[in-house]
């Protein structure tokens, strides 16, 4: 079945497994919880103290009211500014090396951004969406650098990912609601707040009742009513938004973060690897998320009805 | 604290995050139906379906995150 060609790569794979699968198991049974059930002393070198979860930031200088995860904000905003200047700095029409890999970014985001919005709205949300998917994206990612949460000043982590502070995805939440209401006023003017108020059908019931017209109105009367019960809705739907943005982005990133130390305390070997990879690819996931989100309300806000 | 309310914070987070579960679980299972259902009529499209499909499925894991915040919230804050 096998050729002789493959059959020793096939041998590698098989001892690689072998001795991953065998690491893990040692691992697990010299851990804290593994040595515990087979009722032996714990490994020193694979005794992981168990996991601490502080919801709220640090502040690593106890004196100036600065997180640990502003901190890490601003490493991120400086990254990014600084690969996207030294990118662009010597502009070549045919480019190469780290321009060309700037606007394969640029342009990926350009195309999904344009492709629901059309040309002049998506020229609108580029800006926003492309930033907030970047600074999401930075920030899940520079904390997966190896060692970046285990740098302490005055015993405080000095480095913690920044959208683990309920702070920051809240923040983002109100910029993306503040810009989707903007475009909404701008591409329809004062008669977007139609989409709220809405007592058009609600006046032309009355109106038809008041001149005698009882039968055609009271049936309008109930349609109004709906209308403006609606937009009512919509305002709290509108509203509530944001609180559900916040909560998908602080959540999802938390929710890694302590599955990534519970890992490493129960298997610290090998397994945490994997949930690690995941990580990676969640804050990507998560980060277009909210920029699609975004993306959606806002053409949905800029969309013109009928 | 009082005994009776760690016992009933702990309970409480427990059964937040595993009903909340439940349903992202249903959510996320049929999801994957008709993902597979779509790749066996159509195994060309399959880019497509697949990103399409992860999408859909961070979506209704975020109703899970909700209720897992949910349970944060219980046990190291309230």
Known sequence: MIGKKHRGSLLKIVVLAVALFTMIIISFIGSHVGSGIIGSEPLSLLNVEAPKYHPAPERPFHQLPITNTMI??????????????FGTRKMKLVPTGLQNFLELIVEAAANFIEDPAGKKHGAWFFPVCTTIFLFIVANAWVS???????????????????NTDLNIPAALAVISFCYVEYWGFKAKGISYLKTFF?????WQAIKLILVGNIKAGAGGLLNGFVAVFAGLLEILSHLIRMVSFTFRLFGNMTAGMILVMIMIFLVPWVLPSLFYGMEAFFGFIQAMIFAGLTLGFACAAVMEEE | METWTIVAKLIGAGLAIGLGAIGPGVGIGILGMGAMNALGRNPEARGAIMTNMILGIAFAEAVAIYALVIAILLIFVA
Not at chain 1, 149 to 162: D, W, Y
């Open chain 1, 198 to 202: 809405h007592f058009g059908p609600l």
């Open chain 1, 72 to 85: 890490t904000a601003w490493i991120s905003i400086t990254a990014l500014g600084s690969l996207f200047f």
């Open chain 1, 144 to 162: 997966l650098i190896p060692g970046f949460e285990t740098v302490h000043i005055n015993g405080e982590p000095l480095f913690r990912s920044a």
